[in-house]
């Protein structure tokens, strides 16, 4: 069993900044690539940022400059730092891990159940 917790959203006015973290845990061979994505309110859920284990990492043209992805060396524990928030930015944040499970052959795909940002005056 593989479960990803996400932390750290909330409300904030633009031009501050918060913090996403998001740990994965349970039985776990390895990951790949952990992502955020988000889903604003009647729009579909689009990437946002991802790092992969040699510490890579590419974002998405809306988010370039003002978030920054992380991963703990040695835990399955991810970041997104986001400043200078926008209102654009308000949507559920959900943490995603491309990994292996333990006793696996396969990667396989998993989801957190996401975190709210609200970016308002």
């Known amino acids: 069993q593989v479960n990803l917790v996400e932390s750290g959203g909330g409300s904030v006015q633009p031009g501050g900044s918060l913090r996403l973290s998001c740990t994965a845990s349970?039985?776990?061979?390895?990951?790949?690539?952990m992502a955020w994505y988000r889903q604003a309110p009647g729009k579909e859920r689009e990437f946002v940022a991802r790092?992969?284990?040699?510490?890579?990492?590419d974002y998405a043209d809306s988010v370039k400059g003002r978030f920054t992805i992380s991963k703990e060396l040695g835990r399955n524990t991810m970041h997104l730092q986001m400043t200078d928030l926008k209102a654009e930015d308000t949507a559920i944040y959900y943490c995603?891990?491309?990994?292996?499970?333990?006793?696996?052959?396969?990667?396989?795909?998993?989801w957190g159940q996401g975190t709210q940002v609200t970016v308002s005056s």
């Open positions: 790092i992969h284990t040699v510490q890579l990492a």
């Open positions: 995603n891990a491309d990994l292996i499970p333990s006793g696996a052959v396969q990667r396989r795909e998993y």
């Open positions: 349970g039985s776990i061979a390895g990951v790949v690539v």
